[in-house]
């Protein structure tokens, strides 16, 4: 069989997976027609842009590694601590040691459709995950600080084994025995981190799914219960519903 065609060449490259496009360009490197050099160069560049992300994500495993002593490493953070209506989530997530999750990040970095896809990521790679949900008149009750620490502490409850070590998103947790270290901004900095972040706000974002159908004309699917002027428009002509967060909404309703 004689040559392959460019075109050929390019059916190849669009079919090859990320693990066999070294194999591509090992292949193809010295084939001196411009458009076999063109998928070549793409193909060094999409290699390039993989490594500098396994890069970006082994940075994200510094904690881990600091920390690597102890059997099991739990991440926590938490979403929802600033909307006018919906339950303030908690996650938390112990990850295998030297876990590598591409495009991990903050959630609050990522797409809806990135999150979703790494919500699934993370859940089969954890070694536990656990979820603690704080519905709005509980926060009511005892304010939306204390709310979150108690949704961290049923989702460390929910894990099913007891992690040695906590790494918080900026925070230190009352009322729990094991050893804490708060990060700041570590939805960012860590891998553990930034899963437990990916947990909390998909699953509040798919509850804020659910209460738009229970309660319509609001927009809870689009603004998630944050004060967006959507959301303020719809409580000047409805009036607050039974997931609004009282005390968020002083002055708001008048």
Do not use: W
Request: proline share 4%; with cysteine.
């Amino acid at each position: 069989m004689g040559e392959k065609t460019i075109a050929q060449v390019r059916e190849e490259y669009q079919a090859a997976l990320i693990q066999t496009l070294p194999a591509f360009v090992c292949t193809y490197q010295e084939d001196t027609r411009a458009g076999v050099q063109k998928l070549v160069a793409q193909a060094q560049k999409k290699l390039k842009k993989l490594e500098e992300e396994r890069r970006r994500v082994y940075e994200m495993g510094a904690y881990e590694r600091k920390y690597a002593q102890y059997a099991a490493v739990c991440g926590i953070d938490e979403a929802g601590r600033g909307p006018l209506a919906g339950p303030v989530v908690a996650g938390a997530v112990i990850l295998p040691k030297d876990c590598e999750i591409l495009y991990i990040n903050d959630s609050k970095q990522l797409s809806a459709g990135m999150r979703e896809e790494l919500f699934d990521v993370v859940m089969e790679q954890a070694l536990a995950a656990g979820i603690g949900i704080v519905p709005a008149e509980r926060i009511d009750e005892i304010n939306i600080l204390q709310a979150t620490y108690e949704a961290m502490r049923e989702a460390i409850n929910n894990l099913g084994i007891i992690p040695d070590i906590l790494l918080n998103d900026a925070v230190t947790i009352p009322g729990v025995t094991m050893e804490q270290v708060p990060i700041i901004k570590g939805d960012a900095k860590s891998i553990s981190i930034a899963a437990a972040s990916i947990l909390a706000k998909v699953t509040r974002d798919r509850i804020m799914g659910e209460y738009d159908s229970r309660y319509p004309g609001y927009g809870f699917a689009a603004h998630k219960g944050y004060g967006t002027q959507e959301h303020r428009d719809a409580l000047k002509q409805l009036g607050p519903c039974a997931i609004h967060r009282k005390t968020f909404l002083k002055g708001l309703t008048s």
